[in-house]
Nanobody, 128 residues
Framework: QLQLVESGGGLVQPGGSLRLSCAAS????????IGWFRQAPGKEREGVSCISRTGGRINYADSVKGRFTISRDNARNTVNLQMESLKPEDTAVYYC?????????????????????WGQGTQVTVSS
């Protein structure tokens, strides 16, 4: 059974850093594009970053560009999101999602409708 599990969330002060991980079980991430999304209270889920199955294509939302870095470690079957210079507006539940892209080596998306498999989310709170 395909399963994604996020970890690494927590409480951090403004300007701090966190590293989120998305671990896959029941399947290998080699043939999947991965997206990171977040949802703040009262707001719609939004795309934060995505990475193609090869890592050759990476996109970031304008709000996190230059502060967040997505990477994948296929050997460990994980995708990470390194978050630096965190701001209170980054506070949200962060989700990773996967979509099979067997023949699209350099495709990724930050649209929620493109993804069929989701993790349960991890809370990130940025507050002093």
């Amino acid at each position: 059974q395909l399963q994604l599990v996020e970890s690494g969330g927590g409480l951090v002060q403004p300007g701090g850093s966190l590293r989120l991980s998305c671990a896959a079980s029941g399947f290998t991430l080699d043939y999947y594009a991965i997206g990171w999304f977040r949802q703040a209270p009262g707001k719609e889920r939004e795309g934060v970053s995505c990475i193609s199955r090869t890592g050759g294509r990476i996109n970031y939302a304008d709000s996190v560009k230059g502060r967040f870095t997505i990477s994948r470690d296929n050997a460990r079957n994980t995708v990470n999101l390194q978050m630096e210079s965190l701001k209170p507006e980054d506070t949200a539940v962060y989700y990773c999602a996967a979509v099979s892209v067997m023949f699209a080596r350099n495709w990724c998306s930050m649209m929620t409708n493109d993804f069929g498999s989701w993790g349960q989310g991890t809370q990130v709170t940025v507050s002093s």
